[in-house]
């Protein structure tokens, strides 16, 4: 089953909210992590990863918090995947290359440009969508439901 780790599952939640919040004073940890019952010390591993990727910035202080690094019109679900989880690629084999860019003649399996193929389309299809639509479509819920 392909599936995001809760690395990406907390970070998607958190920029839904900074999405939402765009614009605005910067949003505390401890107010996404209350919106969606994430532990504190996880979610600042998250927010400091996608600050490393310069998707979000931070301001220290008792006005403190986290924004977005762009308008959430430019920012896509893909780029905040591939931040948090890495590369998509549905198999080991896809991600083994040569000096030259080529899959290595070893790790290559019968389906390796089946898998190929469909990582594109996965990763198509979370560039498809961006902050500011995550935001918009999901703009009538409090919070998002934890996926298991």
């Not at 430019?74 to 899959?103: F, M, Q, W, Y």
């Amino acid at each position: 089953m392909l599936k995001l780790s809760n690395r990406g599952l907390y970070g998607i939640k958190a920029l839904y909210e900074l999405a939402n919040n765009y614009g605005k004073e910067p949003l505390a940890i401890r107010e996404i992590s209350k919106r969606h019952g994430m532990p504190v010390p996880f979610l600042e591993q998250v927010l400091h990863l996608l600050k490393k990727k310069g998707l979000v910035k931070s301001r220290r202080g008792s006005n403190g918090g986290y924004t977005l690094s762009r308008s959430p019109d430019k920012i896509t679900l893909g780029e905040a995947v591939i931040a948090l989880e890495g590369p998509i690629a549905l198999c080991d084999c896809i991600l083994k290359r040569d000096p030259d860019n080529k899959l290595e003649k070893e790790m290559r399996c019968v389906a390796s440009n089946i898998y190929r193929k469909l990582g594109e389309k996965v990763e198509q299809a979370f560039n498809s969508v961006t902050l500011l639509e995550l935001a918009e479509e999901n703009s009538d819920k409090t919070y998002i439901a934890t996926c298991k």
